[in-house]
């Protein structure tokens, strides 16, 4: 009963190349986030969606696509990758209205640009 | 913006003992939220505590509790009897109440239990 399920948990790949990362959740919230762990353990948001809508977008490379579909998917892709996107991405989502409660993190994606 | 602030990159206790990570923030708002998240080596992300700005209550769960002084702008975990599963990053985390809701995290800190 996986609440919010990333694939790949690993992805090598080469400088340039594009790949993308593909998040569900199954808990019904509205709210769907994309955040990345760099490699001094550092968590940023990059995206966030409301029920299809981009509702945040911080700074982040236009290189980098999020989609939703529909509210329980979100998915990332990156194109022309660099070594900078080495790094860890998290997927995490909530229902709007309710700070209180947390967000519930996926296992991540671990990203190797080599 | 809001900025989160972790101090103490690493911690170490020893098995069974009580220790305290630091954690201040910075914001204007009145109303928030603020947690503590465990990671371990593992990756996941999990839950240790959460603290509503409203309540002067310090939050509890079982051997984790936190010092919430909203004047200093402070919330430190405690984290009592420690054990060898204890050992993993652990974020302190802020998370606006109206608005996009997206949390804001600290550099965090690594713990180490030694036995």
């Known amino acids: 009963d996986t609440a919010v399920s990333q694939t790949p948990k690993y992805l090598v790949t080469q400088m340039g190349n594009d790949k993308s990362i593909k998040c569900e959740q199954n808990?019904?919230?509205?709210?769907m986030y994309w955040y990345k762990q760099d490699s001094k353990k550092f968590l940023k948001i990059m995206f966030s969606?409301?029920?299809?809508?981009?509702?945040i977008n911080e700074t982040v490379p236009n290189r980098f696509s999020p989609k939703s579909p529909d509210k329980a998917h979100l998915n990332l892709h990156i194109n022309s990758l660099e070594l900078g996107d080495s790094a860890v991405y998290f997927c995490a989502s909530s229902q709007a209205g309710t700070a209180n409660q947390p967000q519930h993190f996926g296992d991540g994606t671990r990203l190797s640009i080599l | 913006a809001q900025t989160v602030t972790q101090s103490q990159p690493e911690m170490s206790v020893q098995e069974a003992e009580t220790v305290t990570l630091s954690c201040t923030y910075d914001t204007s708002e009145s109303d928030y939220y603020l947690f503590w998240y465990k990671q371990p080596p593992s990756r996941q992300m999990i839950l240790v505590i959460r603290?509503?700005?409203?309540?002067?209550q310090n939050a509890t769960e079982n051997r984790f509790s936190v010092n919430f002084q909203k004047a200093a702008k402070s919330f430190s975990l405690k984290i009592s009897d420690s054990q060898l599963g204890d050992a993993a990053m652990y974020f302190c985390a802020y998370r606006s109440v109206p608005g996009a809701q997206k949390l804001v995290f600290g550099q965090g800190t690594r713990l180490t239990i030694n036995p």
């Open positions: 969606y409301n029920n299809k809508e981009l509702i």
């Open positions: 603290q509503e700005a409203y309540k002067q």
């Open positions: 808990l019904g919230h509205d709210t």
